[in-house]
């Protein structure tokens, strides 16, 4: 019966330390490459990303010309390279987004 006890400890110890080391990776901060503050966000993701520069471009926050850094944050203090639903709601109220149409 011990050994039962023990062995089932043992599962969740095991558990409970693997989730620990998965959970770890994910709550790492993402971080933006090197910002060259001489040249603007635009101008560098239409030669780096061009496909993703033109998307934005198309949308309607590119034909605002709508900054990059208000849903991604400024590239120093904090970076979303794909940033959650609650960046929208920074600025538009959650009846205004229909984020099932938000890219995953």
Request: charged letters at 20%; a negative charge; one cysteine or more.
């Amino acid at each position: 019966m011990k050994l039962k006890h023990f062995f089932i400890i043992f599962i969740l110890i095991l558990f409970v330390a693997v989730f620990q080391l998965l959970a770890g990776d994910k709550n790492k901060a993402e971080k933006h490459p090197e910002v060259d503050y001489s040249i603007s966000c635009q101008e560098c993701h239409s030669e780096l990303t061009p496909e993703i520069f033109q998307e934005w471009q198309d949308s309607k926050h590119g034909v605002m010309n709508y900054g990059c850094y208000m849903c991604h944050g400024d590239g120093v203090e904090e970076f979303a390279a794909k940033p959650g639903s609650e960046r929208c709601t920074a600025c538009h109220s959650p009846q205004t987004v229909d984020f099932s149409q938000l890219p995953v």
